[in-house]
């Protein structure tokens, strides 16, 4: 049965979808489930980025302008807890949720239910998250680390905070569950595992990941709740604990985490690179070998946080070593991009752009990182702006620009509507300027001794900091057209139709079906070519 066949047969369908709020409520469709969380996510990144322009409003000269010290403490915090539980994650189970079943040839996600479950349970979490402004003594002021023994000294917002977390680790577990059984066993008749498309790999092991690690956070902060209420003293230098353990326990959840915020991402831009390269990706089982490998390496270098708490030389150097082995096979990513590139027909569509720009600013993020990882160094800029500098150019300039060039890659497909290439490149270039303007100039403020989570500075600091706030605004403002610009006339399908395969490069069964992709994509299971990524019958 043809694409096509395939596609009137399931037009028929497509009467029977619910409509209305119950579609949304009772979605147990992988894409509308999918669009939920990239709502969500969008949604929570707005919100964190308002909180983020506060801090930068605060720290456009010095002196105290819009808020206390307190205050401020409170933004840093819900900013940092925002993006990473609320945007970034979400909005990668969101394409997970769109992209897995059509990249493998599969009916839907393996359980419906539990997938509308997961997504549900993120909306109360992130309405705690909120309300936690407005509850006696304000929001949370621990950073976004959760430090003991400030944990133990916060209002009941902590509390309510601690309440979404284990909600929104419960979401990503049963996320990760409904991924990992999906992609191993409902492939279709064919596909083995070392043909599957490269998003696909990268969530497999970011599965797992996540149902290793997100057990570790619950237990860290259900031992700081009993340590608040329940009068244990885990983390309580007063009753005989030691903060310091916190931090372990933490940071074994807290650096997968960061590979969690970044594996798909990886996979997104080995989707978009060979379609616009026209070439296949280059060393495809090197890839897979080398996020796997990050996966393992990212479990035995946790202290590489915590070379300030009075750590050993020994453990000082095995930390600093086992750092510097995950910039291997992250570096065999980066070659693999550049061997895709090379010598291919190149064409520079929006998708492409936001993966060479994440390409080159995430590669600077990658360097950066490696400063810190030698011991001297990390003790003289630990807890700076250089380290704040280092992980948005990982996290922003890693995480969001993959979204958003898997975004614009895939929207046709989702929507039916081609997007406005003048006005993804503008949203491009606008915010690739203004990105290296906020982030770059932190770097310098790091190295000079400005500490991080601070509400005021000296003079000496001002000129930095005056600019990083103003390209933080034009940051905030490119995302805010891009939402009205590109986002929601797509939604509205405004726009002239897309073809079946608008990008000429672009390989895989996602692209064997009609544009929209219809509400019921396989039905049966489709017959594969040798390569996997055409159906034949």
């Known amino acids: 049965m043809s694409a096509v066949l ?27 489930i999918g ?52 945007a970034i994650m979400p909005a990668f189970v969101g394409f997970a949720n769109w992209m897995i079943p059509l990249q493998i040839g599969a009916a839907d996600m393996a359980f419906a239910r539990m997938n509308n479950f997961s997504f549900w349970l993120l909306i109360p979490a992130g309405l705690l998250v909120v309300m936690s402004f407005f509850m006696p003594g304000g929001a949370p002021a621990a950073g976004w680390t959760f430090y003991a023994p400030l944990t133990l000294q916060m209002g009941p917002s902590m509390d309510a905070g601690i309440f979404a977390l284990h909600m929104m680790g419960a979401s990503s577990i049963m996320g990760s569950i409904n991924i990992i059984v999906t992609i191993l066993n409902m492939r279709a008749p064919g596909m083995t595992l070392m043909k599957m498309p490269m998003f696909s790999w990268t969530w497999l092991i970011t599965a797992y990941l996540l149902i290793a690690v997100m ?20 983390f309580n230098p007063a009753g005989g604990g ?46 897979v070998y080398a996020t796997a490998s990050i996966a393992i390496l990212s479990f035995i270098v946790w202290a590489h946080h915590m070379f300030t708490t009075g750590m050993p030389v020994t453990g000082q150097l095995y930390f600093m070593y086992a750092t510097m082995l995950i910039a291997v096979p992250t570096a065999v990513k980066i070659f693999n991009w550049i061997a895709t590139m090379w010598r291919g027909a190149m064409t520079f569509e929006t998708p492409m752009l936001w993966s060479i720009g994440f390409i080159f600013v995430f590669t600077m993020g990658g360097f950066t990182g490696l400063i810190p990882a030698v011991a001297p160094i990390d003790i003289q800029i630990q807890d700076t702006y250089y380290i704040v500098a280092h992980f948005h150019y990982v996290l922003v300039a890693g995480s969001l620009f993959a979204m958003f060039a898997g975004l614009y890659y895939w929207l046709p497909k989702w929507t039916g509507v081609m997007y406005s290439e003048t ?38 600091f001002a000129d930095f900091n005056a600019i990083a706030s103003v390209g933080a605004f034009a940051f905030g403002l490119a995302q805010v057209y891009f939402f009205f610009a590109v986002v929601l006339p797509a939604m509205r399908g405004q726009g002239e139709k897309a073809p079946q395969k608008p990008w ?32 034949i019958g």
């Open 6 to 32: 395939d596609h009137h047969d399931h037009a028929h369908d497509d009467h029977h979808a619910p409509s209305g709020w119950r579609r949304w409520v009772f979605a147990t469709n992988h894409k509308d």
């Open 35 to 86: 669009t939920l969380y990239l709502l969500f996510a969008f949604t929570m990144l707005m919100l964190g980025g308002v909180l983020a322009l506060l801090i930068r409003a605060e720290l456009f000269q010095p002196g105290l302008q819009l808020v206390n010290p307190e205050l401020f403490n409170q933004l840093t915090t819900m900013h940092g807890v925002i993006m990473v539980f609320g």
């Open 215 to 234: 057990p570790v956070l619950a237990g860290a902060i259900t031992m700081t709740l009993t340590d608040r209420h329940f009068g244990t003293s885990f």
């Open 242 to 287: 030691d903060p310091v353990m916190f931090q372990h326990i933490f940071w074994f959840f807290g650096h997968p985490e960061v590979y969690i915020m970044i594996l798909p991402a990886f996979g997104i831009i080995s989707q978009v690179v060979p379609a616009f390269a026209r070439k296949k990706l280059f060393g495809y089982a090197s890839m």
């Open 423 to 460: 006005r993804g490149k503008l949203h491009f270039w606008w915010s690739m300027i203004a990105f290296n303007i906020t982030f770059f100039p932190m770097h310098f403020l790091g190295l000079a001794g400005m500490p991080r989570r601070y509400a005021d500075y000296p003079m000496q």
């Open 504 to 535: 000429d490069g672009a390989e895989g069964l996602e692209w064997e079906l009609a544009s929209p992709v219809p509400y019921h994509s396989f039905a049966h299971p489709p017959k594969l070519d040798a390569t996997a990524t055409k159906i």
